[in-house]
């Protein structure tokens, strides 16, 4: 690591000021990414400003028909909090694949959105259900959001403060682990939503992507032999030592047909 | 009667601190005025140093020095070495290139130290190793084992295609004439996958240089103290032996990878008298993966020549072994004295031969990792007989029965130098048959093909050979050392023990199964020993601990210790008993008169030894007896593994759905720690087969250096495994009829998980069996039946 200030502000508005007074800070949610990162000298903030003081950003709330999460609620709670079990069931079993159980008592939802790793399970859960994340200035609808390769569409100084998920008709998250990293090598959400069928595949490119064909076949039989004809082009996908883009794309549908006999 | 003697389970007295964190590990170590060590690491595989600077480094805050080849060549310091001469068929000796402490106008790996920074804390030793700089001159890199010697890459000076030595061993004129004669030849290409130890506890030093005494300490992660001060007296030459002690307190962990003598370690020592400061360095998980010395990375080819009914005639093979870019401490007797001895397995094969090219390469030292050369021959052997048994339409366990040395042939004399004192294979595979459920497996088979998975059984018969010895021998093959051990039995006046070992425990369970031996041989509480290891100022010399030798060779000095308390403690007992020596027997913990009930405790005899108040004239006081043990052979555990999986076809995914392990030891001091090092051992074999993978791309760039890429097996990947240990065949040349068995379960479980790979999905695939690699492999086989 190398030094910096510490800045641990009690609310949004401070957060925000803090971060206009110190361009070269950086936020700090759980830890999970951002420390690792900063022991092994990959980043030299000026300052750090921890957003673990701050009340409004934590939280789980059904509001009408959605469920409303603080940027700072843990993968944890997430997976055990019970109004999103019984809301959106997918979306705890989603949290409860994330990492391992000391993983999920400190990494958020606002760090790993706003981290965008291509392997991370959250952003199939933001895009495969169609939320829309809630900053301190604005509201970006989850697909927006996600722009590319660790990129998105937060401006300089915003931050995430929540993350607003409708209840599907129906949805399930099946995942495909790197057997290293333990990170989705393919990880697919698939949901029937008042706004028609979601296919949201994570792990697999640069960045969270939907797979129109899918959504289209499934939309008339909502079920895995609906999409047992169509197969997904390999040309755009990551490739590593522990998947060719080719195998990811075949585990796309692989994955997809086990999300949905889940739902059954 | 001792009730914590040797046979019983005892939970382990060390277990304590290491689960409640008071273990002391060199790290925990903290000496006044110490300061920090950071190496800067070549970021190139292969590149001349053309210059460095160091004077941005040196102005910086804290800076106490900044070291590099130049001063280690200036202060005239020697190198690391290679402590076992191979020679090859040409009778040549072994070509190595020098391994300077800090290299020396050329690195040859990614990770290779090129200089040192020495500050006052950690973090302002980072900060000024990022501020020298280094110009290289970047030269083309050679990294596969099977592509180095075309390459026209030169990693050494006159070294030519990187060939460190061409060995054989076996006869080849008598092994080609089988092959003419043969019904059927099997012949299997294999890679034995490179792998990283990844011990819990990265490598870790202190040097402290004692301006007073004109004496150095060096507080290491060892698994062998002494031969640590060893090659840094004789060899490196920091400081003569006697002005050396070499300390290796608690070690979590080695695996092999902490027996070899490290540049940092000597580094640490050498600068704390440059800056007449302890130096500490503690590697983090990053130079781990990079530095410390990999395991296995053999191509090999290998043939059985077979008459009409499977059995073995002869074994042909040719191994390349990747020594990466230097020679470490024993890495060239890995491929040869510990792995090629060893293809004879558990069969009567009549005539062996084996040659083996040993390579550098642009990468990582490669050497011992547990098991070390024998894993790389059972996984040869074991998938060659499988395949044979493919061929011949034998059943796996048939044409190992068939080909089994029988019981009455021990002591049995392989084609390949060894002779195995013991053994009897039947009953393991009997008894690993009836666990595993063999004859219930075509069911199990049709269930898994209902559910649409491919199940698959795979054998895996291995033997191996621990305690390396005896001296005399090795040290006619080119060991530079003796591999006999040492051990201490020192009472004091309330009848307490301390045991001292030259062998070291880091996570063996010496301390309990030592203090289990002491208690069963002298009839004290097993609670009164104390068994201290690790400490070259403390202890008897002593070789370490590695290839399984600390009980059958470390053992068996501390029964022969004993054995001379009893001998003067009847001398005690006679002269207090008024009997002649010859009369007393001792039994239990006491001294008695035979045919008598007089008697004295162990107890009233060492009291007696040091308060020598009523004592035999002549005979010295005291009760402290060493002894030192040469073996007069290895000794051969073996066994049979059987392994059953599914594989998902969709996705590839290999599950082992029961892995069944039978063992013969020979007698056995505690099952629980036994079984213990079965399951770590299979931990690490399954890892190698189905998860483990060291990477490097084309450039040298070590592509699996961290969790998130290098699959370290964890717990919810293997299954519940059956651990049986036989009645065995005890060992006929040490007194406590023990084998060893530490590094059995990575020995045996890499074949038996590959072929049963192999049995559910038709085909051969390479370690480890990743989920891609079985999809694609059934993908090809489909193919081929759609095309039929
Ligand atoms: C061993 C391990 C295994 C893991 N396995 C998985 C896995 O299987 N699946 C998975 O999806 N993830 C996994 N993760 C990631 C983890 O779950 C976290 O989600 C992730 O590390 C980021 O969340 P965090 O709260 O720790 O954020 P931090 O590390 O604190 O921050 C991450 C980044 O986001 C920024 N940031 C944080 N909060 C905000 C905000 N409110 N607004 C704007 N920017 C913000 C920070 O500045 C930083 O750049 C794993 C992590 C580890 C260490």
């Known amino acids: 690591m190398y030094a910096f200030g510490y800045h641990r502000p009690g609310s949004v508005a401070d957060a925000v000021k803090l971060l206009a007074d110190h361009p070269d800070a950086k936020l700090l949610a759980g830890g999970q990414t951002f420390i690792p990162t900063l022991k092994q000298r990959l980043a030299q903030p000026s300052d750090v400003i921890d957003l673990g003081g701050i009340a409004e950003l934590r939280g789980i709330r059904a509001e009408g028909d959605n469920v409303v999460i603080g940027a700072m609620v843990k993968h944890g709670e997430v997976m055990r909090d019970a109004t999103v079990k019984s809301m959106i069931p997918a979306l705890a079993d989603m949290a409860g694949v994330i990492g391992d159980t000391q993983v999920r008592n400190r990494g958020t939802l606002g760090g790993s959105i706003s981290n965008n790793d291509p392997a991370a399970d959250y952003p199939g859960a933001v895009v495969g259900l169609g939320a829309t994340v809630i900053t301190d200035r604005r509201q970006i609808a989850g697909e927006d959001f996600f722009t590319g390769l660790f990129e998105t569409a937060l401006e300089e100084g915003e931050i995430v403060t929540a993350v607003s998920f409708p209840k599907p008709v129906a949805a399930a998250y099946e995942k495909f682990r790197n057997p290293a990293s333990r990170y989705a090598m393919v990880g697919v959400f698939v949901a029937k939503t008042a706004g028609g069928v979601r296919v949201a595949v994570t792990g697999a490119g640069p960045c969270v992507f939907r797979l129109p064909e899918f959504e289209q076949a499934l939309s008339t039989n909502f079920a895995a032999d609906a999409i047992q004809h169509l197969n997904v082009d390999a040309s755009g996908l990551n490739a590593d030592i522990h998947a060719s883009a080719e195998y990811r794309a075949h585990l796309i549908k692989v994955v997809a047909k086990r999300a949905l006999a889940k739902i059954g | ?788």
């Open chain 2, 1 to 788: 009667m001792a009730t914590n003697g040797i046979g019983s389970s005892v939970k382990r007295k060390e277990d304590l601190r290491f689960i409640t964190g008071s273990g002391r590990y060199t790290d925990d170590i903290q000496l006044p005025h110490q300061a920090y060590a950071c190496f800067v690491r070549s970021p190139h595989a292969h590149a001349t140093i053309n210059s460095i600077d160091r004077s941005a480094a040196e102005a910086m805050p804290g800076v106490l020095g900044v070291f590099t080849g130049e001063e280690v060549a200036a202060d005239g310091l020697g190198g690391l070495i290679c402590g076992w001469m191979v020679k090859s068929k040409d009778g040549s000796p072994m070509k190595a290139g020098p391994h300077p402490i800090l290299a020396h106008r050329k690195v040859r790996y990614v990770g290779d130290h090129v200089a040192v920074v020495v500050a006052e804390t950690l973090q302002q030793a980072r900060d000024a190793a990022e501020a020298v700089e280094v110009e290289y001159g970047v030269l083309p890199a050679a990294v596969d084992v099977a592509k180095t010697h075309d390459s026209g890459v030169d990693i050494h000076d006159d070294i030519p295609n990187n060939l460190v030595y061409d060995w054989e061993i076996g006869d080849k004129v008598a092994t080609d004439a089988a092959f003419a004669q043969a019904k059927h030849v099997t012949r299997v290409e294999l890679i034995n996958n490179r792998l990283v130890p990844n011990a819990m506890e990265p490598r870790a030093a202190l040097g402290h240089y004692d301006t007073g005494m004109d004496a150095y300490t060096l507080y290491t992660t060892s698994q062998n103290p002494h031969v640590a001060r060893l090659v840094i007296s004789a060899f490196v030459g920091i400081a003569p032996e006697h002005k050396l002690t070499v300390i290796a307190p608690d070690v979590g962990g080695g695996f092999g990878s902490k027996i070899f003598i490290y540049a940092e370690e000597c580094v640490c020592l050498w600068a704390s008298k440059k800056v007449r400061r302890p130096v500490k360095w503690t590697a983090d998980r990053t130079e781990a993966f990079l530095s410390d010395a990999h395991g296995r990375d053999h191509v090999s080819v290998a043939e059985m020549a077979m008459d009409e009914n499977g059995q073995f005639l002869a074994l042909r093979v040719n191994t390349k072994a990747n020594m990466g870019a230097y020679l470490s401490t024993f890495s060239s007797c890995i491929p040869t004295y510990l792995y090629a001895t060893l293809l004879a397995g558990q069969y009567k094969t009549p005539a062996i031969y084996c040659d083996v090219q040993a390579y550098y390469t642009n990468t990582a030292p490669v050497d011992a990792y547990r098991g070390a050369g024998r894993p790389e021959a059972t996984y040869l052997v074991e998938t060659l007989v499988e395949e044979c048994a493919k061929d011949m339409k034998l059943d796996p366990a048939e044409i190992r029965r068939r080909n089994f040395i029988p019981k009455d042939a021990f002591p049995y004399q392989t084609p390949v130098a060894l002779q195995y004192d013991t053994g009897d294979y039947e009953p393991c595979l009997d008894k690993a048959l009836e666990l595993a459920d063999y004859a219930g497996f075509p069911e199990r088979r049709r269930q898994s093909e209902a559910k649409g998975k491919l199940r698959g059984i795979g054998f895996s018969a291995y033997i191996e050979a621990c305690g390396i010895a005896p001296s005399a021998v090795i040290g006619s093959l080119g060991a530079g050392v003796g591999l006999w051990e040492s051990a201490k039995v020192r009472f004091s006046h309330t009848g307490k023990v301390q045991v001292l070992t030259g062998t070291h425990s880091h996570g063996q369970g010496h301390e309990t199964t030592f203090a289990q031996l002491v208690a069963s041989k002298l009839g004290v509480a097993y609670e009164d020993v104390d068994v201290i290891h690790g400490d070259t100022s403390k202890t008897t010399v002593g070789m370490g601990t590695y290839g399984s030798r600390s009980l059958a060779v470390g053992g068996e000095a501390l029964v022969k210790a004993c054995d001379k308390v009893i001998a003067k403690g009847k001398k005690i007992a006679a002269h207090l008993l008024e009997a002649s020596e010859q009369d007393i027997v001792f039994q239990d913990g006491n001294f008695s008169v035979a045919g008598t009930d007089r008697s004295k405790s162990i107890g009233e005899i060492v009291f007696a030894a040091l308060v020598p108040h009523n004592y035999p004239p002549g005979l010295e006081p005291g009760m402290e007896e060493t002894a030192y043990y040469d073996p007069a052979n290895f000794t051969y555990p073996s066994g049979v593994y059987i392994c059953e999986l599914e594989v998902d076809p969709d996705s590839g995914v290999v599950e082992i759905q029961k892995f069944t392990a039978v063992d013969d030891f020979g007698n056995v001091i505690n099952p629980m720690i036994v079984e213990g090092q079965v399951h770590g051992g299979l931990a690490q074999g399954i890892g190698q087969a189905l998860l483990e993978n060291a990477v490097y791309d084309e450039s040298g760039q070590l592509i699996s250096a961290s969790y998130m890429d290098y699959t370290m097996p964890r717990a919810d990947d293997l299954p519940s495994f059956v651990v049986h240990t036989t009645a065995g065949t005890a060992c006929t040349h040490n007194s406590l009829g023990v084998k060893g068995c530490g590094e059995a379960g990575a020995i045996g479980s890499p074949p038996a998980v590959m072929n049963a790979v192999a049995d559910a999905i038709g085909t051969r695939i390479s370690m480890p069996a990743t989920p891609e690699k079985v999809w694609r492999a059934l993908q090809k086989t489909q193919l081929a039946q759609a095309a039929e």
